[in-house]
C-alpha cells in the first residue's frame, strides 16, 4: 500500500515537469508529421507552446482527488486479493481431501457416462502424483 502512495505521490510531483517540456514538430520526406521531446537533426523544426497550467488546479483540491481515487483502486485491489485467496484455500482444502481418499481407499470408482466405472492401480497412482503436485505448486 505505500508503494501505491508513493508512485502516486511522485506521479503527481512529476506531472508539472512533464507539461513544462519543450515539443518539437516536423515534417519528414514522405508527408509525415512527427511530434516528439527532441528536435531531428536534420531537419528544422517548430515548437510548440503548451499552455502552463493553471495555479489553482495543481493544489491540494487536486491532490485529494487523486488520493481518493487511489483508495479507491487499492480498496478494490485488496478484494480481489481477497477473493483469490479464499478461492486458493477452497481450493487446497478439497485437494488435501481427494489426496487421502486416493490414499485410503484402494478400491475407487467414478462415474464416466452416467455408469460406475472401477480406477485401477496405475491410474489411482497416477491421480495421486498429480494431486501432490497441485497441493505442492499451490498449497503452503
Known amino acids: 500500500m505505500r508503494t501505491h502512495f508513493l508512485i502516486a505521490g ?6 508539472p515537469l512533464s507539461m513544462a517540456a519543450q515539443i518539437y514538430q516536423w515534417v519528414d520526406a514522405q508527408g509525415v508529421t ?12 517548430t515548437t510548440i507552446v503548451t499552455p502552463a497550467p493553471k ?3 495543481s493544489g491540494t483540491g487536486a491532490q485529494n ?15 480481489q486479493v481477497s477473493e483469490q485467496q479464499n478461492q ?5 482444502e478439497q485437494a488435501r481431501t481427494n489426496l487421502a481418499q486416493l490414499q485410503n481407499n484402494p478400491r475407487l470408482r467414478e462415474e ?15 491421480r495421486i502424483d498429480e494431486t501432490q503436485r497441485q497441493i505442492a505448486d499451490n498449497c503452503m
Open 10 to 15: 511522485l506521479m503527481l510531483a512529476l506531472s
Open 34 to 45: 512527427h511530434f516528439d521531446a527532441q528536435p531531428p537533426r536534420d531537419q528544422p523544426a
Open 55 to 57: 495555479p489553482g488546479r
Open 65 to 79: 482527488g487523486a488520493i481518493g481515487d487511489q483508495q479507491a483502486i487499492d480498496k478494490s485491489v485488496k478484494k
Open 88 to 92: 486458493l484455500k477452497a481450493f487446497c
Open 112 to 126: 464416466v457416462d452416467g455408469q460406475m466405472r472401477r480406477i485401477d492401480g496405475s491410474q489411482r497412482q497416477e
